[in-house]
């Protein structure tokens, strides 16, 4: 667990998570002006899980090049 690329990919995918939750509970007020503010939150996870899912792929990548 000492390998810096595992740790940020992790703490993406966390970031992920709270962008994804922050999302649902501003969807969940039901009013136009939180429509447009889930609405930003989700693009913003839409771009945080891309690049999650770069660093995961990296790390991988990089693991299978390394034969650890």
Same mark, same amino acid.
């Given at each position: ?5 595992? !740790? !940020? $990919?992790?703490? $993406? ?5 709270? !962008?994804?939750?922050?999302?649902? &509970?501003?969807?969940?007020?039901? /009013?136009?002006?939180?429509? =447009?503010?889930? &609405? =930003? ?10 690049? $999650?899912?770069?660093? !995961?792929m ?7 090049? /390394?034969? &650890?």
């Amino acid at each position: 667990m000492q390998d810096p690329l595992l !740790i !940020i $990919a992790l703490v $993406a995918c966390l970031g992920v998570l709270v !962008i994804l939750l922050l999302g649902i &509970n501003a969807f969940r007020k039901g /009013t136009a002006e939180s429509a =447009k503010e889930s &609405n =930003k939150y989700m693009r913003w996870r839409l771009m945080a899980q891309f690049g $999650a899912v770069v660093l !995961i792929m990296l790390f991988v990548w990089v693991r299978g090049q /390394t034969g &650890n």
